[in-house]
Nanobody, 125 residues
Framework: QVQLVESGGGLVQAGGSLRLSCAAS????????MGWFRQAPGKEREFVAA????????VYADSVKGRFTISRDNAESTVYLQMNSLKAEDTAVYYC??????????????????WGQGTQVTVSS
């Protein structure tokens, strides 16, 4: 079955960096667009970043533009999220997601087929 396993979360001071990874199995990774979402306590899960199958398209939420970078390695079936200049408001559980169908909309979470279990990111101020 399809599995998405996130790693790399942790506790970091404001201004610091973290790199999240999401390893995929049970699917043809290069056929799936990949996204990162996050959910803070008491809030809805929100879009963070997404990358198309070939990495030709990358989309970011305004709140992370210029600070976060999404990338993927199709040979390793892994998607990454490099997070720099972290702020307290970036504290959340971060989830990766995969979808096979093509849509120009990368933001809507209901368009994604598979989800990981999440990894906690805590930024202390």
């Amino acid at each position: 079955q399809v599995q998405l396993v996130e790693s790399g979360g942790g506790l970091v001071q404001a201004g610091g960096s973290l790199r999240l990874s999401c390893a995929a199995s049970g699917l043809t990774f290069s056929s799936y667009a990949m996204g990162w979402f996050r959910q803070a306590p008491g809030k809805e899960r929100e879009f963070v970043a997404a990358v198309s199958r070939s990495s030709s398209t990358k989309v970011y939420a305004d709140s992370v533009k210029g600070r976060f970078t999404i990338s993927r390695d199709n040979a390793e079936s892994t998607v990454y999220l490099q997070m720099n200049s972290l702020k307290a408001e970036d504290t959340a559980v971060y989830y990766c997601a995969a979808r096979e169908a093509y849509y120009s909309d990368y933001v809507t979470r209901s368009l994604y087929d598979y989800w990981g279990q999440g990894t906690q990111v805590t930024v202390s101020s």
